[in-house]
């Protein structure tokens, strides 16, 4: 039995068992939530520290050691085209960087890694947007010290102001602030709808299980193809 959406195998069906897929099949998981009423498109964390530079992501460490490397600057180019797509739209397009402000005491990530986090302090070139994608004027720029955009932030408010009912989400990495951002968003009642080839994750097998994992409980998953559609004003 194979994992599907529409014609297309699924990201992970290479890592699932056989028990695995009789599960999913079995509990039915995957349906479509839709995404209704006003989107906004939200590109998170997409900063030199954590897209790092074109290369294997084991070959970019060595200046890069949180970059994603070439699977991030893949999904880099697909979110250029979600952007223009949503500015010729009218979609509010909002970013968020992961930047501890004065001190790391309240980054959690420092516990579990050994590279240095000095990077993510503000001040740092290191937090700033990629310049192939970064913001524009009427873009919403986000700070966040956590991996969920929508923890100790504004975030919430910005979308009740703007009248967002349904976030498309892209960017970095797929199993950390991709997911919680979703997983939180999910909660506070919105309609997701990931971008699955325009995240990225430095884990190959942890963007596989995240995407999986999103897919069957929370979110849905969408080609960059199907969100320019989306954001043009059609549906899938």
Wanted: aromatic share 6%; glycine share 10%.
């Amino acid at each position: 039995m194979n994992v599907e959406r529409g014609a297309d195998p699924a990201p992970w069906d290479d890592v699932l068992t056989e028990q695995d897929r009789r599960v999913i099949e079995n509990g039915g998981y995957g349906k479509q939530r839709g995404l209704s009423g006003k989107k906004a498109l939200v590109v998170i964390d997409c900063q030199r520290v954590y897209i790092g530079r074109d290369a294997p992501v084991d070959e970019q460490q060595d200046q890069w050691p949180a970059g994603g490397g070439e699977v991030a600057w893949s999904a880099v180019a697909r979110i250029r085209s979600l952007l223009e797509s949503a500015r010729s739209n009218g979609v509010p397009v909002i970013y968020t960087r992961n930047v501890q402000k004065q001190t790391l005491a309240f980054d959690g990530f420092t516990k579990k890694s050994g590279w240095n986090h000095a990077m993510t302090m503000e001040g740092s070139d290191a937090v700033d947007i990629v310049p192939e994608i970064e913001p524009q004027a009427g873009d919403l720029v986000l700070d966040k010290s956590y991996a969920s955009a929508l923890h100790g932030t504004p975030l919430l408010s910005w979308l009740i102001t703007l009248g967002v009912r349904s976030l498309i989400v892209t960017g970095v990495s797929t199993s950390g602030c991709v997911r919680a951002t979703t997983v939180d968003a999910i909660s506070y009642g919105f309609d997701v709808g990931v971008v699955e080839d325009a995240v990225a994750d430095r884990i190959s097998v942890s963007h596989k299980a995240a995407l999986l994992d999103l897919w069957m409980k929370y979110a849905d998953l969408l080609s960059a193809e199907q969100a320019r559609a989306i954001l043009s004003g059609g549906s899938v």
